[in-house]
């Protein structure tokens, strides 16, 4: 008989602790789609990364256009100039130290933002006949 109050304690516990987290859910993931007030630091930084997410996905698409108009010797140029860009990327926007590696997130959004209008101008330039090999590596 006690063995049968007790497992029943516990279901209804378990039950009861389910439940109030399925209804908790929605509010915590309500701080972090709502990125024009974040309400904590890791609100912020999912937010951040959001952004930094959908450049990063333009930069491989714009990437993309513009090698697909290029002849080999050019899509050499431009992906030598695409990985100094990189490092130049990492360089400014990250660091490491003993405690761990950081990212500045909105400084990598701002770099990968203005690299993705750098490759869309390459890509009107070449569509308009003017392609500059010296431009690619920038």
């Known amino acids: ?3 049968n109050i007790m497992k029943h ?4 516990t378990s ?3 389910l439940t109030s987290a399925a ?10 789609q709502n990125c ?9 930084l999912y937010c ?16 993309t256009k513009l090698n697909k108009v290029l002849n080999s010797q ?19 926007c990250s660091y490491h130290d003993e405690d761990g590696f950081y990212v500045n997130m909105d400084c990598a959004t701002r770099i990968t933002t203005k690299r993705v209008n750098f490759l869309n101008d390459r890509v009107r330039e070449c569509n308009a006949g003017s392609c500059r090999a010296s431009r690619l590596e920038e």
């Open 36 to 44: 024009d007030k974040p309400i904590n630091d890791f609100d912020g």
């Open 48 to 63: 951040l990364t959001k952004v930094y997410l959908e450049a990063d996905k333009e930069l491989n698409n714009s990437y």
């Open 1 to 3: 008989m006690k063995t």
């Open 15 to 17: 039950l009861t602790i």
């Open 23 to 32: 209804l908790m859910f929605p509010m915590l993931s309500w701080g972090a």
């Open 9 to 12: 304690t516990i279901i209804k």
């Open 74 to 92: 050019q899509k050499t140029t431009l992906k030598r100039g695409q990985l100094a860009w990189m490092r130049d990327r990492n360089d400014q």
